[in-house]
Structure formats: structure tokens, C-alpha cells
Nanobody
Framework: QVQLVESGGGLVQPGGSLRLSCAAS????????MGWYRQAPGKERELVAV???????NYADSVKGRFTISRDNAKTTVYLQMNSLKPEDTAVYYC?????????WGKGTLVTVSS
């Protein structure tokens, strides 16, 4: 059984930065794709960024150049560095582990961008 625990959310002013972390239990972290999704109030959950087990990345157009996903396989942790935050980045951010037969979600961490 895999557990994903996000941390690092909070209130930040526009233009500020936050770093989210997602700590994973289990033995399949290094073999799995890890991603961050977000869901704003009244909207559907959307992909923010994903990193494959091999290190390739994909980002939503809305965050390219501002957000960076990274992973530390030794710590079984994935990170999302968020810079130049905008009010429209306000959402609950969810960590996801995916792959063949793998589909796990964290409970989410709230990011609020407001002055």
C-alpha cells in the first residue's frame, strides 16, 4: 500500500514562491511517474506537472517557466517549486503516483495566492 503525504502549502502574496513536497511510502517510488495536479474551487482537477521515472517532464502551459518539478528517489519525495505565483494558481494541489497498475493520490495541500 502506498501513501502520499503533501506539505508546503499556505498563503503567499502574488509574485511569491512556495515549494511543495510529497513524501511517498512503499517500494515503487523510483519506478513510478510522479505528478502534481490541482483543483481550484468550482473547477475540474488539472495536471500541473509530471516527471517520469526516467526524469522526463511535462508541464501545463499555464505554469511553464514558473514551476519546476523534481524528485529525490533516495528520499522517495517529489517536489514542486512554484515561483512568480499568481492568484489563479490558488487551488488544492494533489500529488499523484502513476504507472502500469499504479494509481495513488495524496489528500492535497491548499495553496492560496492573495494580497
Amino acid at each position: 500500500q502506498v501513501q502520499l503525504v503533501e506539505s508546503g502549502g499556505g498563503l503567499v502574496q502574488p509574485g511569491g514562491s512556495l515549494r511543495l513536497s510529497c513524501a511517498a511510502s512503499g517500494r515503487i517510488f523510483s519506478a513510478s511517474a510522479m505528478g502534481w495536479y490541482r483543483q481550484a474551487p468550482g473547477k475540474e482537477r488539472e495536471l500541473v506537472a509530471v516527471m517520469s521515472s526516467g526524469g522526463s517532464t511535462n508541464y501545463a502551459d499555464s505554469v511553464k517557466g514558473r514551476f519546476t518539478i523534481s524528485r529525490d528517489n533516495a528520499k522517495t519525495t517529489v517536489y514542486l517549486q512554484m515561483n512568480s505565483l499568481k492568484p489563479e494558481d490558488t487551488a488544492v494541489y494533489y500529488c499523484h503516483m502513476g504507472g502500469s497498475g499504479v494509481d495513488y493520490w495524496g489528500k492535497g495541500t491548499l495553496v492560496t495566492v492573495s494580497s
